[in-house]
């Protein structure tokens, strides 16, 4: 058993830990950033998804709590202080038909912001039992802006963890660090450049590129099922693939 503190500070950044309980037979979980993890279905009690947040908003949010006023134009200035530079899907990086991210600045991004400045203030903290939690590296931000010092710290949450889903945008993270995680991929040719580092993608982008990556890469490359008619009752909690790092993935 151990303490985890959902927030820790490291340099200019939060780590910032949500932290669901799984009731047995249980059917809904406590609260989850993505449905697609269907946490209610994982096999383990607690399920740990970690936020890279930009200090100084949260510090700010323990005097005044954060508001999503100023949209899309908040969320660009959010993810240059947190997210890699390499993300394709980064407000400042998006060209070539690339999607902005996914992730919602009011219904996922403020809550963690206001969750951490909360948490900061209380102390707040969960005992976990080792190999007996599921970690999700990271529901927003990205591992690759942390300091050293944070890396271990994850590395370890990962290597203590019963399983975890990781993504990074930065593969050279995974150089510096003990992380295993996917690296995500939106083109041919960053995904034979992770795979010739020896690293595993999850690919997303055109049909056409995922389909000459299947044929170029030097190990097998699988599809997220998740879209899939047979699928449907699966979520990242209960898939077999499991994106942690060890097998290409493409994006259904
Ligand atoms: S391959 Fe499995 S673990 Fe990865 S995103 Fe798809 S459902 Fe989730």
Known sequence: MFTLFHALIFGAHVLYFRVSKTPKGGRKPTH???????????CYPHFVEAYVLPLEDVQAARDVPFDARGGRAKQAALELKACSEKCP?????????VKPCYVDLLRQIKPAINGAAKALDKGSHTTLEVNNY??????WGDVGVLNDEALEVLTML???SGAHLSYTADSDVLKRSGLKAQV???SLE???????QGLKVYMS?????????????KSPVYRCPVSAPSAQAMGCTTCPLRCNGLRHVLSP
Do not use: I, W
């Open 205 to 217: 982008g055109s049909e056409e590129e995922k389909q000459a990556f299947r044929m170029l890469a």
């Open 134 to 139: 599921e970690l999700r590296l990271t529901a």
């Open 184 to 186: 995500s991929v939106t």
């Open 32 to 42: 989850s950033s993505n449905t697609k993890m269907k946490v209610e279905d994982s």
């Open 158 to 160: 990962q290597e203590l």
């Open 89 to 97: 899907h980064r407000s400042d990086n998006l060209k070539g038909g």
């Open 190 to 196: 960053a995904a034979l450049e992770a795979d010739s």
